[in-house]
């Protein structure tokens, strides 16, 4: 299924109504994200990031410009139920089992879908889990709950993942180990993924290439391309070459101050 | 020493109400109150057993009308809470409804009940409707205040507000919901015997408590309050063991404070506003109107609010009507006003003192509890043997409903400002009181209006029991006499002047409360 739809982002630009004026957080903003591609985008607080995901989501208006996912609508690909969604909040419900609120995407989208229920116990193994199918959220650590979360977010088996800070919670020890499961497993579907990060380290090491947004309202600064191949090792946050890369994000987030 | 200190700490509660029970049983015994009015708890509990038979048939339909009541109201409660959540418009276009219902003092309308309605199904209704609000209310607050994240969850999975509801909203206004059931449960008990009471019904804890008034029994009186609070506390720690055993949390208990109501609706432009609060206006009436008109009933005896204008402003009789009504509101309100003042007014000093030293709290709470748990009805003939039958009892009464309630609700309040604002203050070098003065006060004022928010039904419905039972003057009294004259217009008069009283006076009280939180 290598990720049958691209996202493209045609000249967005997005106002929000800030005590009755007008704040401009998007302007003409353009991004092509092509089938089966991992993009990261990085940029300061405030510079629109979240809000991009969201209309890519279709769960947020644009004023001017359009998205389009595989050339259709958001909102018509949404409610199909082949995005995949996670936030910084694992946001699980307290009452359901760890199976369970991995299966919630399906039972909301209704149906049956049995042969997406029957990879609900693969899935729950590949984020590492196993065993603990039947435990309550509140019985699990947090780097725990948000591999519920990322579970969740793949159970439909989804063309696109869109995922807002997934581990921005997490210490900087959990949030490395993350990072190195999620290429793990982001490898065996790939889907077209767009991942909203504050970290140039996590933004490097998972994406084909790095979108710094920055100022206000938000522009796409520049474009980092990751030439490494996958899977990447560890060792390749002590390369040399993810320096330089890292740097070069730096140096384009840094300018965003002038 | 610091062991027995530790000792008395722990089981602080235990011993104020021993020391309690010691001295009323020393009062009682030597007849220090009002000349044997307040019978010794032992000849109390032995007057219980001499009357065990005439006990169980009252308890029986006593229990059996509350628990009817209980459910029924439950049902619709938690119906009519995820129909106001599901299409907020209902909510709104029902406020003047769940407002009549949440002020109106049960007392009041019991006649009412009784002419419209047939058989048992006046004290079922009474039951139900003491129970509706507070088990509404806290489930709206339930299927409200849900992660905001689970329902982006939903929204992302194209799930809309069904969706919402059905997968999130519901399970997790589980714990609020068995919170409202606590509070709803003593309810049940006190409409069950309010309705008894007012309703002329051969069996129950009321019309035990009516047939024995009369006698010069204070330890019979005594016993029946007794009983009374009995199965209310009853009730309400059979719905606590009920909701613990979903949430392991138990929660302390509160008084349904709840927040402020919205004070203004998003409304599309002026003119919708205006359209829906007209609506939720007229709709109470409506109801009224309607359901007189489906029971076909006589309009001699049943009035509709055309009825009620007529009844007040069109015959000869009129004047008359209106003066009986204006005097007796003449008596009623000012006592009730100066009653619920002084019982806010030592809520506020008594809650800001325990702010400044917390073992005050602790010692008065436990009273607090046992007479929020005590039916009102009960309490009342109680308060008439000590204070007598003049306007005291009246103020007595009203002081004493108002007042623990307003103190849990300001203590709570209280309890919530940060401690670290009184440290800080007190490391820049303010004393006790100063802390006092400029954190506790300013934090308290929201909830004092709060307090007087819910005090407002209280009040009226005490001062109505007091004067129907006892002083023989005021709105109580008249609804009692023009029920013995059957006089069904000013039946209806003064059922729909005294809720009429009861919401105008909450409004005002959530106006004050408005403009006191406005402006932080």
Known sequence: MAGGRGIVFEEISKQFLVRGSPLAVLDKVSLDCPPGSFTALIGPSGCGKSTLLKIALGLETVDAGSVRIGGEPPDAVRQRGEIGIAFQDPALLPWRSVSANVALPLDVLGGSRPEQRARIPHLVSLVGLSGFETALPGELSGGMRQRVAIARSLVTAPDVLLMDEPFGALDLILRRQMNVELQRIWMEQSPTTILVTHGIDEAVYLADRVVVLGGRPGVVKGIVDIPFDRPRPTTIFRDPAFHRLTDEVGALLGGDEG | ?520
């Not at chain 2, 909510?91 to 009041?108: D, Q």
């Not at chain 2, 007796?328 to 009730?336: D, K, N, R, V, Y």
């Open chain 2, 1 to 520: 020493m610091t062991r027995l200190r530790r000792l008395l700490d722990r089981h602080a509660t235990a011993l104020t109400l021993a020391v309690i029970v010691i001295l009323w049983e020393i009062a009682g015994r030597f007849q220090l109150v009002a000349s044997g009015a307040l019978p010794a708890p032992s000849d109390v509990l032995i007057r219980m057993w001499e009357d065990q038979a005439d006990y169980w048939p009252h308890v029986a339909a006593t229990v059996r009308t509350a628990f009817l009541g209980f459910v029924g109201g439950n049902v619709i409660a938690i119906l009519a809470a995820i129909l106001f959540v599901r299409w907020p418009l209902t909510e709104r276009l029902s406020r003047g409804v769940n407002i009549a219902i949440f002020a109106l003092p049960p007392i009041a309308i019991v006649p009412v009940l009784v002419l419209a309605l047939p058989g048992e199904w006046p004290r079922l209704t009474l039951a139900a409707i003491a129970v509706y609000f507070p088990t509404m209310t806290a489930m709206v607050v339930g299927l409200t205040e849900v992660d905001p994240r689970s329902v982006e969850l939903m929204r992302a999975y194209g799930g809309g507000e069904g969706a919402v509801m059905r997968w999130v909203r519901l399970r997790a206004s589980l714990p609020a919901l068995l919170g409202g059931l606590r509070v709803a449960a003593p309810n049940a008990v006190l409409g069950a015997i309010l309705a008894e009471f007012g309703s002329g019904s051969r069996w129950g804890l009321g019309t035990y408590l009516l047939g024995s008034l009369g006698r010069a029994d204070p330890a019979r009186l005594w016993g029946i309050g007794l009983a009374a609070t009995a199965i209310a506390g009853l009730a309400y720690a059979l719905a606590a063991l009920a909701a613990s055993r979903v949430t392991d949390a138990s929660r302390a208990v509160t008084i349904a404070a709840g927040a402020t109501p919205a004070s203004e609706p998003i409304g599309r432009s002026g003119g919708h506003r205006v359209a829906i609060a007209v609506v939720a206006l007229v709709l109470p009436f409506a109801i009224w109107w309607g359901l007189l008109a489906l029971s076909g009933l006589s309009p001699i005896i049943a009035k509709t609010p055309l009825g009620v204008f007529d009844y007040l402003f069109l015959p000869p009789t009129a004047a008359n009507a209106q003066a009986r009504l204006l005097s007796a509101l003449a008596e009623t309100l000012p006592i009730m006003v100066v009653g619920m003042a002084a019982g806010l007014g030592f809520a506020f000093l008594l809650a800001v003192a325990g702010a400044v030293r917390p073992g005050i709290v602790r010692a008065l709470m436990p009273i607090a509890l046992v007479t929020q748990t005590m039916p009102l009805v009960a309490l009342t003939p109680l308060l008439v043997l000590i204070f007598g039958r003049g306007v005291a009892v009246t103020v007595a009464i009203t002081v004493s409903v108002t007042f623990f309630p307003a103190y849990v609700t300001l203590a709570q309040g209280l309890s919530m400002v940060p401690k670290a604002a009184f440290d800080l203050v007190r490391a820049y070098g303010a004393s006790g009181w100063r802390a006092l003065r400029m954190v506790a006060l300013p934090a308290s004022l929201p909830w004092l209006f709060a307090a007087a928010r819910l005090a407002v039904p209280r009040a009226l419905l005490g001062v109505m029991i007091a004067e129907w039972l006892a002083t023989g003057r005021g709105l109580g009294n008249l609804l009692n006499q023009s029920r013995g004259y059957l006089d069904y217009g000013m039946i209806w008069t003064v059922a729909l002047v005294s809720v009429l009283v009861s919401v105008i006076l909450y409004q005002l009280a959530v106006g004050l409360e408005r403009l006191a939180t406005a402006r932080r």
